[in-house]
């Protein structure tokens, strides 16, 4: 007995049709993963009463619900992608508070008035609410490479702090 489906099945009409009665649910052929194609929708311009057509950006998480066949201003008109925020506390009053830190968003504001800003861009938030915007691939760049040489002293400041908490247990006979 094979263990394969035949390429034709007799079905039962008699008449031999190809690829007919193969089993469901074992598929010819590995499936792809379906890829989501950006959504394309219209707004009406609030300056000049005409329909102006976007394609959100891959990725875009924003309800445009709202803004589809509505009066807009078309400046107003950006798309997101989902953001990962992490949190600390922070201290600035006297008591300790959680405030989101180095958050950013990938963003484009397809009819904004600056150029840059119609190709999508990060947005990066330093802390809460305190933003570094409309970066562009070499400016975020920078901004690594900055946070990187930081982080390189605070991996440092962290072994020095590992090495005198040492020193000083040691002494004090904890």
């Not at 094979?2 to 089993?23: C, I, R, W």
């Not at 379906?34 to 394609?55: G, H, L, N, Y």
């Not at 600056?114 to 190709?119: D, H, P, V």
Request: proline content about 10%; aromatic content about 6%.
């Amino acid at each position: 007995m094979s263990d394969t489906v035949p390429t034709y099945v007799k079905p039962s009409g008699g008449m031999v049709l190809p690829f007919a009665g193969l089993l469901p649910g074992i598929p010819s052929q590995p499936s792809a993963p379906a890829v989501e194609q950006p959504s394309t929708w219209s707004f009406v311009d609030r300056d000049t009463d005409k329909p102006k057509t976007v394609t959100c950006m891959p990725g875009c998480v924003l309800d445009h619900s709202t803004d589809i066949g509505a009066p807009r201003y078309p400046g107003d008109i950006w798309c997101q992608a989902p953001r990962q925020d992490v949190t600390l506390p922070v201290n600035s009053n006297g008591k300790p508070e959680e405030y989101r830190v180095l958050s950013s968003t990938l963003n484009v504001r397809p009819f904004d008035e600056k150029l840059s800003a119609r190709l999508p861009f990060v947005s990066l938030e330093i802390i809460d609410d305190h933003w570094i915007e409309d970066l562009d691939p070499d400016g975020l760049e920078t901004v690594i490479r900055t946070l990187g040489e930081r982080l390189e002293d605070l991996r440092q400041a962290h072994a020095d702090l590992v090495r005198t908490r040492a020193e000083y247990i040691a002494r004090a006979g904890r």
